[in-house]
Structures are given as C-alpha cells and as structure tokens.
C-alpha cells in the first residue's frame, strides 16, 4: 500500500495563471476528495467523487476549479486565471464507498500565487 | 455558529504528561467521530474514529464522544515529543461525504 501521493509538491504562480494538480489515491480506494486547507484552519471540503462521476461540488469550489476524475483512477484539479486568495494547500484523501469515516489523506500541494 | 468547534492553543506541556484535546460540534446527527494528526507542512494523518458515544483506545491514545453535551475528547497517555503537531477533530457530514474538521489544536510537547 503505496498511500495517497500528490504532484506536485509545491507550486508558485503568477496572479492569473493557471494551475493543475494531479493525486493518485490508494489503489482500491474508490472515493477520491479534494480539500483545501489554509493557514490556521483545518481542511476545507470542495468535491468528492466515486469511481469517475463527481457526486458533490461544495460552495467554495467557485467556476475556476474544475476536477476531473476520467477513469476512476487518478485525479487533476485545474485553477483557472488564479488569485492570491486561491494561495493554499490543496489536500488529496481517498477512502473506499463505504468507508467514507476513514479517509487517507496525502502530503498536500502547496500553492503560491503573487 | 460553526459545525466544530476547536481551541486552536497553542498547547504546551512537558514530557510524560497527560494530554487532553477538545472539540465540540452543533449537529446532533453527526454520528462518526475522527481525529487527525498533522506535522508541519505534511498532509493530516488518521488517528482514530469512533462511531457514536463511548471510548475507544490505541495505545498510548484514548478518543471519546459524549453524544449528550456533543463534545469530543481525545487524551494522549505519556506524552511524548514526537507527539508535537497540529491535532483537528472531525465529524462526517450527514449525508456521509464529507469531513468537516475544526481549526486544530497545536501542541508541543517538551523534553
């Protein structure tokens, strides 16, 4: 069991650019999660999907993020035109669907917007 | 009012002590309780999840849920330096989706 890895690490951007994240979850995990966390607060939910059909968007996840999940593997989430306000770790969990109280967590990508 | 509710410390306490960390939550149909710990930098790593009232151990970790007073504990026995970190509690949203965690809870642990 490999865990939950994200790419990548670390990003710093211009205000306007856009971003993409990729997170690879556990193998046999068939949910997939992102979250967002800033400095000071605890992780923030912004959309789940099982399989490849996204389930959930929540409110913060504005129309400059999309998220795709096309085989039900791997993961991107895509920044458009980026603020400074968008500056954050971006968290990647997986669980299975029925295991949804125990979901892994990955290192995080770390974005910087000037 | 927010969902959960923590006492972002700072927490410092020396080695070998008993610690107790506490968040409180507004829902009372939130039925599944989870604590995370978080190195600086590093993404949260799961502790341990309990399933409505009652305790639950591991190791040198006790988590409890007093579904009564919606207040969630969890007690590090022999605290140790290692155990320095950010610890968040969490609840799973009622439609079994989402967690929905609290500020976190820094906590230093000196030898």
């Known amino acids: 069991d490999t865990g939950v890895s994200q790419d990548p690490r670390h990003k710093i951007t211009k205000r306007g650019q856009n971003v993409t994240f990729r997170c690879d979850p556990i193998?046999?995990?068939?949910?997939l999660y992102w979250y967002r966390q800033t400095l000071g607060q605890g992780p923030e939910f912004l959309t789940y999907?099982?399989?490849?059909?996204?389930?959930?968007k929540s409110r913060l996840l504005s129309d400059r993020f999309s998220a795709e999940r096309p085989k039900g593997s791997f993961s991107t989430l895509e920044i458009q035109r980026t603020e400074q306000g968008d500056s954050a770790m971006y968290l990647c969990?997986?669980?299975?669907?029925?295991?949804?109280?125990?979901?892994?967590f990955g290192p995080g990508t770390r974005l910087l917007v000037l | 009012q927010k969902e959960v509710e923590q006492d972002p410390g700072p927490l410092s306490v020396p080695e070998g002590a008993i610690v107790s960390l506490n968040c409180t939550y507004s829902?009372?149909?939130?039925?599944?309780f989870m604590w995370y710990r978080q190195y600086s930098r590093k993404g949260p790593e799961l502790l341990m999840y309990?399933?409505?009232?009652g305790n639950k151990e591991d190791g040198r970790f006790t988590a409890q849920v007093d579904k009564s007073s919606k207040y969630i504990s969890l007690f590090i026995r022999d605290s140790q330096p290692s155990d320095s970190a950010t610890y968040l509690c969490?609840?799973?949203?009622?439609?079994?989706?989402?967690?929905?965690f609290g500020k976190g809870t820094t906590l230093s642990v000196s030898s």
């Open positions: 969990a997986s669980s299975l669907a029925s295991r949804e109280e125990t979901q892994y």
């Open positions: 193998s046999e995990h068939n949910r």
């Open positions: 999907f099982q399989n490849e059909a996204q389930l959930e």
């Open positions: 829902n009372s149909a939130f039925q599944y």
């Open positions: 309990t399933y409505s009232s």
């Open positions: 969490a609840v799973l949203n009622q439609a079994g989706t989402a967690l929905i």
